[in-house]
Structures are given as structure tokens and as C-alpha cells.
């Protein structure tokens, strides 16, 4: 009778721990998910600036089409994306396409001195500072989240669940961002 009172009390401290690494992960995962939800504002005001920032260009750069479309398709991406991984990449895809535009910008002086474009870049930097921020919070909170997953003995319990390693939001393709567009007339 002592051994199925050992048994049971051993059972129920091992359920009980098991349950209560699962709601930790459950808890970090959450919190990665709400600081994505701060992201997500921030880029969709960024991303509601295309619309005007690529109308202001167009008048300017007739022969840019390709650098504008690339705006916009990352935008129109990013608002059918259903993850957070198809978001962040939309977003990198944004971030290329935006530097693309400045660079060209260089080298139209008449669109540098346009009001609209100087209070749309004044917007879009705003924004971007807004979203340095999120995305540091976010990807402290991955970082916390993968590390937990994966430190011993809470990595079994992460397998048996299924939970897997999360995606930190970096950016993608480095060497495009910085590349600077060939502008032919």
C-alpha cells in the first residue's frame, strides 16, 4: 500500500510538473505573439504610407517602375499574409523596395525638395524608429521563448507538444537592402 501512495505522489509531482512547464511555454509563446501585434501596427502604418510615398515618386522617376511595384507588391503581400513568419517577410521585402526609393531620390533633387516627399520620409522615420523598438521587444521575447524550449529537461516537454523553434524578425537579403538602384534615363 506505501509503494501505490510513493507511486501516485511521484505521478502526481511529475503531472504537475509537466503541467506547469507546458503553461510556461504556453505563457512566453503568447507574449511573442502580442509583441508581434505592436509590430503589426507599426507596419501597417508603414505600409499605409506606400500608397502616397510611391505617387510622389511616380511623378518624378516615370522610369522607376520596377522599384515602385516592388513597394507595392510587398504591400499588398504583407496585408494577405496569415503568419507572423509571411508578415516579417513581406516587411523585408518593404524594407528593400523603401531603400531602393530613397536611393533614387539622390538622384531626382527636384523630388528630395518635394514637401510631400520630405513629410512622408519625416513619417516613414518616425515609423521606422517606432518599429526598431517592437521588433527589439520581439525578438527578445523569441530569443526567451527558444531558449526555454530548448534548455533540458522543459526540451522534452516542448517535443512532446510539438512546440518548435520561433523565427526571429531580421532582415532578409542584407546586400539588396544596401544595393543602390541603377538609374538610366
Known sequence: MTGL????GTSAVVIIYVISKYNWIITLRNNREKSFA?????LKLRFNLIPNLVN???GYAKHEKSTLNEAVEARTKYMSAWNTDDKIWASNMLTAALWKIFALA???????ANQNFIGLQ???SDIEN????????FNSATTEYNTYIEL???NIIAWMFNFKRAELFEIQNRD???EVPNVEF
Open 106 to 112: 539622390e538622384s531626382y533633387p527636384e523630388l528630395k
Open 152 to 154: 533540458f529537461p522543459t
Open 56 to 58: 510622389t515618386v511616380k
Open 38 to 42: 505592436d509590430i503589426d501596427v507599426q
Open 5 to 8: 501512495y510513493i507511486l501516485l
Open 176 to 178: 539588396e537592402v544596401w
Open 122 to 124: 519625416g513619417e516613414l
Open 130 to 137: 517606432k518599429l526598431a523598438a517592437a521588433r527589439r521587444f
